[in-house]
């Protein structure tokens, strides 16, 4: 069974602290993504990786980097948190093949105060 | 510019009866369709694609259409089962990324 974990259910951080979001997949997926969801508007992606070291901006990549020094595991960083990056946030992976269905961890729910 | 669109944010269904959701899309380039599905607290849940070369995708009680020429798609549930309450995403993929609709929440009714 393909797994994706991530790091918390649940987080509560304060504005302008660092944040670190922590995924990891145990299927040897090259590709790792980062998305939010917010109410009305659906997943956005933030970053992508296709392998380790690479990545490449998403539609809304303001605010955050991400991190790939392994295969398995992808980081998304808030390097300064505010209040309007309280949100869901999804991490996926899949193969580097076009088409195939990315699977999802089971979601951080992020409150910035 | 949202290039996926659900324009139904809910749609409520009788069980037993077909359920219907729609997704509009402006960008011709995209080259593959997904539906995932989502429970709350949970991370979405793939369902069924379909390839841009094809009009049509079964799998058990869930069928995609695609509408190339009216950039358009639609998933058919038959029969709805109270199990398939939940909020259901098109997503649109070109390079390997996935482009996703705002979300409609089906609601079973037993």
Known sequence: DVKVTQSSRYLVKRTGEKVFLECVQDMDHENMFWYRQDPGLGLRLIYFSYDVKMKEKGDIPEGYSVSREKKERFSLILESASTNQTSMYLCASNKRIEGDEQFFGPGTRLTVL | ?110
């Open chain 2, 1 to 110: 510019d949202q290039q996926v669109k659900q324009n139904s944010p809910s749609l409520s269904v009788q069980e037993g009866r077909i359920s219907i959701l729609n997704c509009d899309y402006t960008n011709s380039m995209f080259d593959y369709f997904l539906w995932y599905k989502k429970y709350p607290a949970e991370g979405p849940t793939f369902l069924i694609s379909i390839s841009s070369i094809k009009d049509k995708n079964e799998d058990g009680r869930f069928t995609v259409f695609l509408n190339k020429s009216a950039k358009h798609l639609s998933l058919h549930i038959v029969p709805s089962q109270p199990g398939d309450s939940a909020v259901y995403f098109c997503a649109a993929g070109l390079n390997e990324k996935l482009t996703f609709g705002t979300g409609t929440r089906l609601t079973i009714i037993p």
